[in-house]
């Protein structure tokens, strides 16, 4: 019964359906659940500290339903997409409503869209990576499969990586940075890519110009099948999603730096280059996401195994809550701020 747990990462696609059937200011549930409710859970229940033994690891690694709770996502993201594109485009709605649904479809996608996205992009077949590059379409973040998997995790805690946030940077300065360093990075590494499998930038093998022509075949869809106050929707949604993604990037390796060794190199990725948090609500909801510094140490290692590493710098509180004090920045570096490294801050 314990596997079930992750059934509860469903519960803001839930909340989202009961803002979109019920309307009027339900339409605002999602965000409140998402950035009110989980975060005061968060503060109620225990942190988990606990790693599972070599032979529960290997039970749980045998058990499809931990891969079958990521696949799930994919009819539900794309069924509530389409349930809110269909009552925008059909229903008279107040301002307030439009907006509260906005957000509630976009943290879905950014949640069970784009974070599950993160999970299947790792795997090693090709089935699963393409259900994560689908759940990156609506948020139009296809390209994060390409420069998370081989930029980020290369050049992850150093000034090389985009989605490393720098000592002292606000998130709303990330938002910036994050998002046109990664797409224009994710060009550099397709192009190398393909030049080093001597193949042409113009190649039909350049998943880039793929991925941008799936995107606007998807808005154009959208357009012609349900309307111009549809596109915005599906538009701002997108925005929302991988906003969500990019305050998640932000608050991962805030002020984190890897070291440069005697050759001029940096030292490898360690344990210490991520925020980690046992917090369990967040752990639950957010697929594991939040033991971050595991993940780096061994990305293809799947999210119901990952570990809690000692030496891993700990988040005072867990990824939802965290992902709030950043929003007040000066809060933010007042409680972070104090737990980088000093050898990082100088380095």
């Known amino acids: 019964m314990k596997d079930l747990k992750y059934l509860a990462a469903f519960s803001i696609p839930l909340v989202c359906?009961?803002?979109?059937?019920?309307?009027?200011?339900?339409?605002?549930?999602?965000?409140?659940?998402?950035?009110?409710?989980?975060?005061?859970?968060?503060?109620?229940?225990?942190?988990?500290?606990?790693?599972?033994?070599?032979?529960?690891?290997?039970?749980?690694?045998?058990?499809?339903?931990?891969?079958?709770?990521?696949?799930?996502?994919l009819p539900i993201v794309f069924g509530l997409l389409l349930y809110g594109l269909n009552i925008v485009s059909n229903q008279t709605l107040q301002t307030h409503e439009f907006v509260g649904l906005i957000f509630s479809i976009g943290i879905v996608l950014g949640?069970?869209?784009?974070?599950?996205?993160?999970?299947?992009?790792?795997?090693?077949?090709?089935?699963e990576r393409f259900l994560g590059k689908a759940l990156l379409l609506p948020s139009f973040?296809?390209?994060?499969?390409?420069?998370?998997?081989?930029?980020?995790?290369?050049?992850?805690?150093?000034?090389?990586?985009?989605?490393?946030?720098?000592?002292?940077?606000?998130?709303?300065?990330?938002?910036f940075t994050s998002t046109i360093r990664q797409y224009f990075k994710a060009w550099k590494i397709q192009k190398n890519l393909?030049?080093?499998?001597?193949?042409?930038?113009?190649?039909?093998?350049?998943?880039?110009?793929?991925?941008?022509?799936?995107?606007?075949?998807?808005?154009?869809?959208?357009?012609?099948?349900?309307?111009?106050?549809?596109?915005?929707?599906?538009?701002?949604?997108?925005?929302?999603?991988?906003?969500?993604?990019?305050?998640?990037?932000?608050?991962?390796?805030?002020?984190?730096?890897?070291?440069?060794?005697?050759?001029?190199?940096?030292?490898?990725v360690k344990e210490i280059h991520s925020w980690n948090s046992n917090h369990v609500i967040g752990r639950i909801v957010l697929y594991e996401l939040t033991r971050h510094s595991d993940h780096h140490y061994k990305s293809s290692k799947k999210y119901q195994v990952l570990d809690c590493h000692d030496e891993s710098p700990q988040m005072p509180y867990g990824y939802p809550t965290s992902m709030v004090l950043a929003m007040i920045p000066p809060l933010w570096f007042r409680i972070m701020n104090k737990r980088v490294p000093k050898q990082m801050i100088t380095s």
């Open 17 to 73: 359906f009961l803002g979109l059937f019920f309307k009027g200011y339900w339409a605002w549930l999602t965000p409140v659940f998402s950035f009110v409710c989980i975060p005061i859970l968060e503060l109620i229940f225990p942190v988990d500290t606990n790693n599972l033994k070599p032979d529960e690891s290997d039970t749980k690694l045998k058990q499809k339903l931990f891969d079958w709770l990521l696949y799930l996502n």
């Open 111 to 127: 949640v069970n869209g784009i974070n599950v996205a993160h999970e299947l992009g790792h795997r090693q077949t090709t089935n």
């Open 141 to 175: 973040y296809m390209h994060f499969y390409i420069e998370h998997n081989f930029g980020h995790h290369l050049h992850a805690a150093t000034p090389e990586d985009p989605a490393t946030a720098r000592y002292n940077q606000s998130v709303y300065s990330f938002w």
């Open 194 to 268: 393909l030049s080093n499998n001597n193949l042409s930038f113009f190649s039909v093998k350049n998943d880039m110009f793929w991925f941008v022509f799936f995107q606007m075949a998807y808005l154009t869809v959208v357009a012609l099948l349900f309307g111009t106050t549809a596109l915005i929707f599906a538009s701002l949604t997108g925005v929302v999603g991988f906003i969500l993604l990019e305050t998640v990037n932000y608050i991962e390796h805030y002020g984190l730096l890897r070291l440069k060794t005697k050759s001029g190199r940096y030292e490898r």
